[in-house]
């Protein structure tokens, strides 16, 4: 019994101090402004960020037309009606949920990750922590994500898993129109065709009644929001690849290298879901992994995501680099700050500075994708060419494959 209770006070104490110590800590210490002035860049645009959300409820609460509202309608209705004090908790629960479905993700036949090794991969990524903190919406997107994969990989074991995974993942897209692509990978988890029109048929008719809803609410919002976001209207700095040139084109060009920028976003999206119909999970994390490169407002709450399932959900045996691919991402996700605040508030900087730690961040986050493709190939080979271990041929093949890969 004594490792029950031990567990049992760890969780205890994972709670009081994740949701309870820090947050207090945080706002004693008046620390949320300077994490405002350091790391907003990092974690907000103007699509997801806490503060937008409080501007979006303001508008709301005095009858304004909805005109300035950058975040989708049914997301401001819902902190409209909580108050503010309990916002944080919302946010919170919805983290706690996360990170149950989380540990749910039952990958045994693909990966050997022991359930507290996971329940540690998660709680100590110091990225989704201070993505909570900092009170994002990709929190609930990323809630979204997780719960649509356990539907998908589970719906034999649950009862209309089918048309859960199908409605999180529409949630998921209504939240960000970007992660419709993950909703055709997701297909391959289904047999049969039966199952896979259920699925496309609960997902556009999900989608469809949230767009619908939300029309209702606020008509603006297709302009505010969605295509403020796919044509980059809000021409912010951030952590992508667009600021800068959009910032040093001629204006004539521009809709032109938009539309191009957009159709590398999704360009792999087919043959991703044709090459690894085996492997749906690791397929809609490598999709997502491409599509945060290029994306017009990433964020580095999604590296926490992409990290957390990289180390979890994929062989790290068979990928090399790991040390260069880490200090990519350390010295990126250290440097980036401090050369916006040179730059933005300082004033002895310029953009090229935080514009080149840019570069070096999305190298990094390259190389996790190499390493995601590579242990799905190592895998896909072992499975092909290798199931008799005693065969001495199967040996050969497999030190083939680290040559191959």
Known sequence: MAPFYTNRLLIIAYIATRYVLFPHLLKMFNAEQMMLQYIDVLFNTPFISYKTLKECILFTQFKNNGSNLNQMPLYVSLFANIPEQLHFYMFAIIDVLTLLYFLRLDLSHFVSTSLKTKFWIYTLNPLTFLGLIMQTQFVFTQFFIIVALYYCLNYKANKNGIYKAAISIAMATYLDIYNIGLSLVCLNFFITLKQKKQYAICFISALTSMYGVSYLINPNFIDNVILSSVLFKEQYPNIGLWWYFFTEMFQEYRNFFKFVFNGYCYIFVIPIFLRFKSYPLQAAMILFTWITMFKPYPTVGELGFILTAFVSWFDMNV????????????????????????????????????????????????????????SLLYKEYITINCDDDNNEDSTSGKKLNLVCV
């Open 319 to 374: 990928i090399e680099n790991k040390l260069i691919m880490g200090l990519l991402v350390m010295h990126s996700l250290v440097l980036l700050p401090v050369f916006y605040h040179l730059w933005i508030t300082v004033g002895s900087g310029n953009s090229n500075f935080f514009y080149a730690m840019t570069l070096v961040y999305v190298i990094g986050l390259a190389l996790v994708l190499l390493g995601m493709i590579k």
